[in-house]
């Protein structure tokens, strides 16, 4: 809308009605590229579809645009971790170029493909198949299989977190995690780590969930501004990082840095929640 184009959407009717999966792994999938066919057309429409691939047992994705397009070199390049396909890309359209690379990772864990086909000037089609299994009525549920009992949401309720993300769609992804076991947590955002710490200097959080790779002053700078801070409470605050990376140089560089603990991107609900209960709430995870 903001833009003037058009959005048009065309899904098959034979699709099943119920599936087996993870619907947050899957909607930030389509939201990665979704996003970025916005991002990259200026004029025109971008045209989402879905149909059944019975042959392979999957369901084909696939979104069109009629944006800025990619040569044959770009798309080698695009799935690289921060790569952007062209670096005047980066100047004139933002973003740190790791969406598609998280993308074809999730894609590929769900044992699937992601293809682009594309034309310098004549938009691009992102073409994603992904396998499905047919589910019953009571089968309808995440992958992960994890629940708060209700002691521990009536704990979490009410505490304000402050979630440090640039990324949109991780932010909208975060926020259904969060609130799909305790809806009634308080959250904030910030695009950027100067904006965080503006936002912690005037705000009351009980913790910061820190993305590491952030335009201007990263995730490690920001808390280790955060724990040099004059005002005891600040410099006190837990900050739980969000790292895409899982090596151990990562972790201990969020320790160093003077985070309390750190959880892996694409955040998984179970993880997430465990360590919040324990910086937030001082005590581990109990299902009883």
Request: a negative charge; glycine letters at 8%.
């Amino acid at each position: 809308e903001a833009k003037k184009i058009r959005f048009t959407l065309s899904i098959d009717d034979d699709l099943p009605q119920k599936l087996i999966g993870d619907p947050f792994r899957v909607m930030q999938i389509l939201n990665n590229v979704l996003e970025n066919a916005i991002k990259f057309t200026a004029e025109g429409e971008v045209h989402f579809s879905a149909r059944l691939l019975p042959e392979e047992n999957a369901i084909g994705y696939y979104v069109k645009d009629s944006g800025i397009g990619m040569s044959a070199e770009e798309i080698s390049r695009v799935f690289d971790v921060f790569s952007q396909a062209n670096p005047t890309i980066h100047l004139k359209y933002g973003g740190t170029g790791m969406g598609l690379s998280i993308t074809r990772q999730l894609v590929q864990l769900f044992g699937g493909r992601i293809d682009i086909k594309s034309q310098p000037g004549k938009g691009a089609e992102v073409s994603i198949t992904m396998p499905y299994t047919i589910g019953a009525e009571q089968d309808g549920e995440s992958q992960e299989s994890f629940s708060l009992p209700e002691k521990m949401k009536n704990m979490l309720a009410g505490i304000y977190i402050l979630v440090a993300e640039d990324n949109e769609v991780n932010q909208l992804i975060i926020r259904k995690i969060l609130h799909s076991e305790a809806p009634e947590i308080r959250i904030d955002f910030a695009t950027d780590g100067n904006e965080a710490l503006k936002k912690v200097e005037e705000g009351s959080y009980d913790l910061v969930l820190m993305d590491i790779q952030m335009p201007g002053a990263d995730g490690l700078e920001t808390t280790r501004q955060i724990r040099g801070h004059a005002k005891e409470h600040i410099r006190n605050l837990k900050i739980i990082a969000l790292t895409a990376f899982a090596q151990e140089s990562e972790k201990q560089a969020c320790l160093e840095a003077g985070m309390n603990d750190y959880a892996t991107k694409p955040v998984m609900k179970g993880e997430l929640f465990r360590k919040i209960i324990l910086q937030v709430l001082g005590r581990p995870f109990s299902a009883a």
